[in-house]
């Protein structure tokens, strides 16, 4: 509920660093990945989605193709984001987990400048590099506010 305690607790007591701000997401890496963890500015204390790193485009492909087999739609995607430049897509999985499939993340290190809001803009229709898709379904915007944190941790809301 306090994005800015959450951004110093993270920074300086597990020692991740920022590596670009966006209009609603701080992204944090721990090591050469270009980010490790995303902080989101709204949609209250959620679990947005867990990202699974494949090791290539194909894999990315193959799975996402395994999952539509098994009956889940694509969500959003395939794409391309701006920060971190990785390939994506995403799914809902059981209980209506958000999932996303990564990767191709950029590489970074000590000479990276972390960008700003003004370094991530997209043309008119757009929300990454490809533009295949215009934005995630209204299912897969919804589905992140079914993990909650509370003071005790987290809970699952049912999904409508």
Known sequence: SDPEATF???RDALGFTLSDTTR????????????SVVLGFGGG???????FEMPDLDSIMRGAGRLRDDGRPIEWGPGRHGPGNNVFCYF?????????????????DTSYRAGTPDDWKWPPGRVDHWGIMPKAT?????AGENYRFTEDGWRLDEWV
């Open 24 to 35: 609603k997401m701080r992204f944090l890496s721990c090591g050469r990945d270009h980010h």
């Open 8 to 10: 110093a607790g993270f």
């Open 92 to 108: 809902l999985g059981p209980e209506n987990a958000p999932i996303e499939y990564t990767g191709e993340m950029q590489q970074i």
């Open 138 to 142: 209204e299912r897969m915007e919804k």
């Open 45 to 51: 204390t959620t679990l947005n989605h867990i990202a």
